[in-house]
């Protein structure tokens, strides 16, 4: 008897759950981000950070440090990224980090890194639904991949993403780019970096 009066309400919040999914889905003016396979076998570029502080009010104990290393994945569809951060501020709460559209400039300012990567013009509002990587900015690693926790000042992840592309011409490439580590809170630059082949 129980289950009988039950059904019908978990059928009903089930079917209200997709309807709210569904009317949710924010994606790319351009469409959701296509996967991009023939990434070239043993490419590898890297971005390291500065060892001067391209600081912003920030009461940081000396820079942060570290690379992301970003690598043709072994099947080609997708990148590898290699994040490794240490020196992290850890009184500011939660750290985001994009792939960038322009290169940092001779001067190490990270304004001029301009908006995420997002070939698609997807815009970074509202956030990135991980579950659905494809509606996602292509530069967005952070919202697909996880925000940084600073606590204990470090940060290593290694994941595939599929979007990104180290095929020169195409949209999502990105090795004449650059990656931002963020405040997530309010989006302040804490440091940034160019890829180099
Ligand atoms: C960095 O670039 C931005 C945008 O061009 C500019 O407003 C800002 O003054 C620059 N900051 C520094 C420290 O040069
Ligand atoms: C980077 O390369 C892409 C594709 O090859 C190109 O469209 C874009 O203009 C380049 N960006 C910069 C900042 O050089
Ligand atoms: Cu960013």
Same mark, same amino acid.
């Given at each position: 008897?129980?289950?009988?009066?039950?059904?019908?309400? @978990?059928?009903?919040?089930?079917?209200? &759950?997709t309807?709210?999914? !569904?009317?949710?889905?924010? *994606?790319? %003016?351009?469409?959701?981000a296509?996967?991009?396979?023939?990434?070239?076998?043993?490419?590898?570029?890297?971005?390291?950070?500065? !060892? %001067?502080?391209?600081?912003?009010?920030?009461?940081?104990?000396?820079?942060?440090?570290?690379?992301?290393?970003?690598a =043709?994945?072994?099947?080609?569809?997708g990148? %590898?990224?290699?994040?490794?951060?240490?020196?992290? $501020? *850890? =009184?500011?709460?939660?750290?985001?980090?994009?792939? &960038?559209?322009?290169?940092?400039?001779?001067?190490?300012?990270?304004t001029?890194?301009? #908006?995420? @990567?997002? $070939?698609?013009?997807?815009?970074?509002?509202?956030?990135?639904? #991980?579950?659905?990587?494809?509606?996602? /900015?292509?530069?967005?690693l =952070?919202?697909?991949?996880?925000?940084?926790d600073? #606590?204990?000042?470090?940060? /290593?992840?290694?994941?595939?993403?599929?979007?990104?592309?180290?095929?020169?011409?195409?949209? #999502?490439?990105?090795?004449?780019?650059?990656?931002?580590?963020?405040?997530?809170?309010?989006? *302040?630059?804490?440091?940034?970096?160019?890829?180099?082949?």
């Open positions: 008897m129980r289950s009988q009066s039950i059904l019908p309400v @978990l059928m009903a919040a089930a079917i209200g &759950h309807v709210a999914q !569904e009317e949710e889905r924010v *994606t790319g %003016e351009l469409g959701d296509q996967i991009v396979s023939g990434n070239p076998p043993g490419l590898v570029y890297e971005a390291v950070l500065p !060892e %001067e502080p391209w600081a912003s009010g920030l009461s940081m104990q000396g820079n942060v440090k570290g690379s992301i290393v970003a =043709s994945a072994p099947d080609g569809v990148v %590898e990224f290699r994040v490794r951060f240490s020196n992290l $501020p *850890t =009184s500011d709460g939660l750290l985001s980090y994009h792939l &960038h559209a322009a290169p940092v400039p001779e001067d190490g300012n990270c001029q890194t301009l #908006a995420h @990567l997002d $070939p698609y013009i997807r815009r970074g509002s509202p956030p990135c639904d #991980a579950s659905a990587p494809e509606t996602c /900015e292509v530069g967005d =952070s919202g697909k991949h996880g925000l940084i600073p #606590a204990g000042g470090a940060f /290593e992840a290694v994941y595939v993403d599929e979007f990104a592309s180290l095929i020169e011409g195409q949209g #999502a490439f990105f090795g004449n780019r650059s990656f931002v580590l963020h405040l997530a809170s309010d989006l *302040t630059r804490v440091t940034c970096a160019n890829f180099v082949l």
